[in-house]
């Protein structure tokens, strides 16, 4: 019996050195571990990423949003540079709301290649579905839009725009997809319209 109470009273002792190193090497592994999820997500929403890549179908993108929006455009532009934009995502007009992305690449012109993705939302600027553009009756939806990823060094991640999605119908194939960017960014503003884009604008 006395020898189990010196058990209990005394108990083994426990180097105090050992254990602070275990406590350092723990807060090492996890502040390691943080710090390589912070550059993983700082790498997938500050560079071209995942959103930039080229889509090379005809038509509205696979994967669009139920009910969707969604667009494929190419277009010549100015100088001898031309370029191409993707898009597709959600929407619900009755209580204003919209998702998703859009990528823009642009090339040519004694330049090299630059490509810019945006996310759109939450909220639309404007919707209507007796809009009338390019001398056609059709859909519209004007978005807010925000730079999430970019290899143009003047156009920084954050910057934030507007785009406007235009989708005639009765058969009419004059739709449109227009950016406004802000800042160093406004190279990157460009028009796509004729009938090589296809767009699908609600309401459906």
């Known amino acids: 019996m006395d020898t189990q109470r010196r058990q209990l009273r005394y108990p083994p002792r426990v180097s105090h050195r050992r254990t602070l190193w275990a406590v350092c090497v723990c807060a090492a592994g996890c502040f390691a571990l943080a710090a390589g999820l912070t550059t993983e997500v700082g790498a997938a929403d500050g560079n071209s990423g995942p959103w930039c890549v080229p889509y090379s179908g005809s038509g509205i993108p696979p994967g669009s949003g139920i009910p969707p929006w969604g667009f494929h455009a190419t277009q010549s532009f100015q100088h001898g540079s031309a370029g191409s934009a993707h898009g597709w995502g959600n929407v619900n007009l009755e209580s204003n709301w919209i998702s998703g992305k859009i990528c823009q690449q642009v090339f040519g012109g004694g330049q090299p290649v630059r490509m810019i993705a945006v996310r759109l939302g939450p909220r639309i600027n404007y919707h209507s579905h007796t809009a009338v553009m390019w001398g056609y009756p059709g859909n519209v939806v004007k978005a807010p839009v ?40 406004r190279d990157e503003n460009h028009l796509y319209h004729g009938p090589q884009v296809d767009a699908q604008v609600p309401p459906l």
Do not use: E, W
């Open 146 to 185: 925000k730079v999430i990823s970019s290899t143009d060094p003047h156009c920084k991640v954050g910057t934030l725009g507007r785009v406007t999605m235009y989708a005639s119908y009765n058969g009419v194939r004059s739709d449109s997809i227009q950016f406004f960017l802000d800042a160093g960014c």
